[in-house]
């Protein structure tokens, strides 16, 4: 109830504060408007508009995903954008009374409507439940669709007809930007695919949640977890603990990954009792503020997965 009226809250002012509009295009428009809600479609926006728009995320950097919502400012944002990108999940499901309620049409670009979207799944050892309250008797799909390098490039051909739709004065030039960009993720893709086909094992541990479905399936791997990708749990049960330390010792684990941005007490219990490495997955939902200032990018941290990955499979 407390969210509910926060955001009607919100909602309220930002209609009130929509009567000023969209400023008329002309000497001081400083180009295409694109606003995102989550860091992987903000980097692929910034990536594919270059000097030719403003790109803005609205969470903001190092808070937690799922827990968001909106302020009047940011709804005045989407409003205001040429295009909104966003996940389409349960954890923006606000989304949907935002886009019914502001003015006008928004080119909206929904990530889960780019892939082939797969069912967010309870492995062994795992605990189970959504983490959804009042959404246990659906179906429930897997947000993270960004974090394999196949889905991102096709999440990126959907950005780019979006952007030459909104300029198509400039088509040219988000093409060419999203031919070079794809080239990039190829090479990771590639890479990936490498590691998991050169290593000892096939097996990943997360002593936290695991937003990486996409991944794994994209890459033939099997894991380990305490939690789904959107679970809202934060502390796992002793059960959990347990199992997850002998399948380290079991398996020979030689690291153990957390999440960015969450809590690494487990990963830290786990690792001090088998003595496995303690390992960051990024699943490149947000990034911390200092990285944010210092221009990170998906590819960065991605990268940074590829040498995480090759320590854990070898």
């Not at 479609?41 to 950097?61: E, H, I, K, Q, S």
């Not at 892939?115 to 983490?131: A, I, K, W």
């Not at 300029?167 to 590639?190: M, N």
């Not at 960015?260 to 496995?276: H, I, Q, R």
Request: charged share 25%; aromatic share 8%.
């Amino acid at each position: 109830m407390k969210r509910l009226l926060t955001f009607l809250i919100a909602l309220a002012m930002a209609l009130a504060l929509a009567a000023c509009g969209r400023e008329p295009a002309g000497e001081e428009d400083e180009g295409l408007s694109v606003v995102t809600t989550v860091f992987a479609p903000y980097d692929f926006a910034r990536t594919l508009a270059g000097d030719l728009g403003t790109v803005t995320m609205l969470l903001p950097p190092g808070s937690e995903a799922h827990s968001y919502e909106p302020t009047p400012k940011d709804i005045l944002a989407i409003q205001n954008a040429d295009v909104f990108i966003y996940v389409g999940g349960v954890s923006d499901a606000w989304v949907a009374d935002v886009l019914d309620s502001v003015a006008g049409d928004v080119r909206a670009v929904t990530l889960m409507d780019c892939v082939e979207l797969l069912e967010e799944e309870t492995v062994e050892g795992m605990e189970g439940g959504d983490g959804h309250e009042g959404h246990a008797h659906a179906t429930e799909y897997d947000e993270h669709v960004w974090t394999s390098p196949r889905n991102a490039m096709l999440i990126c051909d959907r950005i780019a007809a979006a952007l030459c739709e909104a300029d198509p004065g400039h088509e040219a030039s988000y093409k060419a930007r999203l031919a070079a960009y794809k080239l990039e993720l190829s090479r990771l893709d590639a890479e990936f695919k490498s590691i998991a086909a050169h290593g000892e094992r096939d097996t990943v541990v997360f002593a936290d949640r695991f937003p990486l479905l996409y991944f794994a399936r994209a890459y033939g791997l099997e894991y380990y977890a305490a939690f789904p990708g959107c679970s809202e749990d934060a502390e796992p049960s002793a059960a959990t603990v347990a199992f997850i330390i002998d399948k380290v010792r079991q398996e020979d684990i030689p690291v153990v990954f957390h999440v960015e941005l969450s809590n690494e007490d487990m990963a830290d219990t786990v690792c001090g009792e088998t003595g496995a490495a303690k390992r960051q997955f990024n699943a490149c939902h947000n990034v911390t503020r200092s990285q944010f200032e210092e221009g990170v990018t998906y590819l960065d941290l991605m990268w940074e997965n590829a040498e995480a990955l090759k320590e854990a499979l070898n």
